[in-house]
T-cell receptor, first 114, second 113 residues
Framework: GAVVSQHPSRVICKSGTSVKIECRSL??????MFWYRQFPKQSLMLMAT?????????EQGVEKDKFLINHASLTLSTLTVTSAHPEDSSFYIC??????????FGDGTRLSIL | DAKTTQPNSMESNEEEPVHLPCNHS???????IHWYRQLPSQGPEYVIHGLTSNVNNRMASLAIAEDRKSSTLILHRATLRDAAVYYC??????????????FGSGTQLTVLP
């Protein structure tokens, strides 16, 4: 069964709306989780590293004020896309792993901004 | 992270073996070779990983060259459900802490019935 649960799987909303995506590790504690973004026909690009109890680390070019990450517990990280616009439409994917173990990925969230 | 090179696409017939190559000539001694695959509209799925020796699991086999500059993912009997993008990724030994994965463009595997 899935060890990383991501919700919702799909969101369609109007421009200017803020959208929250949840990522949960189901049977292990994840000090670190990762958020990726994938545009059509492209590969996954790392957006940020979510650290439990501390600030997220963002990749170059990713606006931290637009993509808010909260990792308040060892099993939950959230990504909030604030004031989303059509160019933010993408497939957002989270991952988590237990230390050295392989990463487990959520099923992704398809975000469509009208 | 060291770079990997994979063919953009490959085709295979159903129920035949598939060999997916990956070149990683700049691999360092502490880099593990990981393979993930991504089915359409899903998150990536772990397939297999190794360091120096060949590895087998229920999904696939991983053959690693003696100089570690290349590796091959082997699907012993392809099914239509194996159609996916396969990513070969080098991941440095993390000494206990999780590390992000750097995805290249991968190989799109098409399985023909």
């Amino acid at each position: 069964g899935a060890v990383v649960s991501q919700h919702p799987s799909r969101v369609i909303c109007k421009s200017g709306t803020s959208v929250k995506i949840e990522c949960r590790s189901l049977d292990f504690q994840a000090t670190t989780m990762f958020w990726y973004r994938q545009f059509p026909k492209q590969s996954l690009m790392l957006m940020a590293t979510s650290n439990e109890g501390s600030k997220a680390t963002y990749e170059q070019g990713v606006e931290k004020d637009k993509f808010l990450i909260n990792h308040a517990s060892l099993t939950l990280s959230t990504l909030t896309v604030t004031s989303a616009h059509p160019e933010d439409s993408s497939f957002y994917i989270c991952s988590a792993g237990d230390g050295d173990q392989p990463q487990h990925f959520g099923d992704g969230t398809r975000l469509s901004i009208l | 992270d060291a770079k990997t090179t994979q063919p953009n696409s490959m085709e295979s017939n159903e129920e035949e073996p598939v060999h997916l190559p990956c070149n990683h000539s700049t691999i360092s001694g502490t880099d593990y070779i990981h393979w993930y695959r991504q089915l359409p509209s899903q998150g990536p799925e772990y397939v297999i990983h190794g360091l120096t020796s060949n590895v087998n699991n229920r999904m696939a086999s991983l053959a690693i060259a003696e100089d570690r500059k290349s590796s091959t993912l082997i699907l012993h009997r392809a099914t239509l459900r194996d159609a996916a993008v396969y990513y070969c990724i080098l991941r440095e030994e993390s000494l206990g802490s999780a590390r992000q994965l750097t995805f290249g463009s991968g190989t799109q595997l098409t399985v023909l019935p």
